[in-house]
């Protein structure tokens, strides 16, 4: 369901030191524009569908407020710890305290509903998914974040996502990691990221350059960073971690900011509709890159207080 690039796990003492990770904070422009006008996401709620959370971390305890597990793998539904991983650094990338060089989940305010879909192993089922995603809908959770794909194409799971933008939840995906180099006619295609209704994220690195594993296709919406990523991880661990599974959660992350910035400025909770073009009004065009790499753009939020 999701392949990861890199993997690097690093304990508590070596976070308050550690100079390797992409500063994704300064590169997104979130802190100083945003933290100042206190929009920090508190009083929305995102969906994350992954691997589970390790619902112990310090950083994360205090941000889940429920979830579900649709596997096999634990002691029922209502256990949805993380066993892989994967899920725990997504969640972190959203909503988490700051920790040393770790400065925290992008809208670290907001709520997480946790809905683990995927084992130990890193894989699932797309029914899993399935239910996940109407669980979320049930749940009225304002964004789901899905940094997973399947090369399978099923009616079942579009109509479940399909679904979940009728009820105006805003949907984050993953473009895929599978990228071959050829940024030709050829899509390079992982559901439910290629589906129209959600926005598909694919990956750059701190310099702007697109990530060599993310997918290329022409329903790519925008790109955020995806290499040397520093976030939560399992057993109250960090990681670093490269792919775009680690960029759609940021981009999550912005919508919850930006949905509760035009709360404050229009006196009203956004469409998602205009949830969709404010955030493409925060990306910067890439010069000399294919917009099947890049879609409208990366993420720059201090470009709405311009």
């Known amino acids: 369901m999701f392949n990861i690039q890199s993997l690097k796990i690093l304990s508590e003492n070596e976070v308050t030191e550690s100079n390797e990770f992409n500063s994704y904070y300064k590169n997104l422009v979130a802190p100083g524009y945003f933290y100042m006008r206190h ?88 029914d899993a998914i399935i239910e996940a995603v109407n669980y979320a809908i049930d749940q009225n959770v304002n964004v789901i974040n899905m940094s997973l794909g399947t090369t399978v194409n099923l009616g079942t799971m579009y109509d479940a996502v399909r679904r979940a933008y009728d009820a105006g939840i805003i949907i984050c995906c993953a473009s895929g990691n599978a990228a071959d180099g050829d940024y030709g006619t050829v899509d390079e295609l992982s559901y439910p990221g290629a589906y129209q209704e959600v926005i598909e994220v694919g990956s750059i690195n701190e310099y702007k350059d697109p990530s060599y594993f993310s997918n290329s ?83 720059d939020l201090g470009k709405l207080f311009k």
Request: include cysteine.
């Open 39 to 126: 929009i920090t996401g508190k009083g929305q709620v995102c969906a994350v569908i992954d691997s589970g959370c390790d619902t112990t971390h310090p950083l994360l305890k205090d941000r889940i407020i429920g979830g579900k597990n649709f596997t096999d793998e634990g002691n029922g539904e209502d256990d949805y710890s993380d066993l892989h991983g994967h899920g725990t650094h997504v969640a972190g990338l959203i909503s988490s305290r700051s920790y040393g060089v770790f400065k925290g989940g992008i809208a670290h305010g907001a709520d997480l509903l946790i809905c683990k879909v995927l084992k130990s192993d890193g894989r699932g089922s797309i």
């Open 217 to 299: 296709n022409n329903v790519v919406d925008c790109v955020c960073y995806g290499e040397k990523i520093l976030s939560t991880f399992k057993d109250g661990m960090f990681a670093l971690l490269d792919g775009t599974s680690q960029a759609t959660p940021m981009v999550s992350g912005a919508v919850l900011l930006i949905r509760e910035w035009f709360n404050k400025e229009f006196g009203r909770w956004p469409s998602k509709d205009e949830v969709y073009a404010t955030l493409i009004k925060c990306t910067t065009t890439m010069r000399g890159y294919d917009r099947r790499q890049v879609g409208y753009g990366y993420i």
